[in-house]
């Protein structure tokens, strides 16, 4: 069973739910300013939720020490970034080079206000961040893959 069969059937991804049904009916461009959206407004279900599951998995495993196999606390993990405000100043489409097919990506121009912290290195002002999205599930519509500083 593939991946994305897995998440429907198993019920993680249930395509009935209202945030689902919303973020199915969305354009790639509209699901990532619900994702800014979503952080400026500290919701973090919201947020996740425009990313593919898969992409969501690696926060499982990022920033952690060397004996830990899973973060068992995302919210105490020192390294994660605390965002206070963001807003979406551009979204430009991309041309496709080197990308899977039907994956599209998108140059996003961001202004960010960070919580204070000795650990992350990220600065808050204005940034350009590089945003691959493509379909996970049948039906879901688009999601974020990864978000770089780079294209």
């Not at 059937?9 to 959206?37: F, H, N």
């Not at 039907?102 to 992350?120: Q, T």
């Amino acid at each position: 069973m593939e991946w994305s069969e897995w998440l429907a059937a198993s019920g993680i991804v249930k395509l009935d739910d209202a945030l689902e049904k919303e973020l199915a009916t969305l354009s790639p461009e509209e699901v990532i300013i619900r994702y800014y959206q979503a952080l400026d407004d500290h919701d973090e279900e919201r947020a996740y939720a425009c990313l593919t599951r898969r992409s969501s998995t690696e926060f499982l495993f990022s920033n952690m020490g060397d004996l830990a196999l899973y973060h068992t606390d995302y919210n105490a993990d020192p390294y994660r970034q605390r965002v206070r405000s963001v807003t979406v100043n551009g979204i430009e489409l991309l041309p496709v080079v080197g990308n899977p097919e039907g994956v599209v990506e998108y140059e996003v121009d961001v202004d960010v206000k960070y919580e204070p912290s000795l650990y992350f290195a990220d600065s808050s002002g204005r940034h350009a961040r590089f945003v691959l999205l493509g379909g996970e599930i049948t039906g879901a519509g688009w999601r974020i893959i990864t978000i770089g500083t780079g294209p």
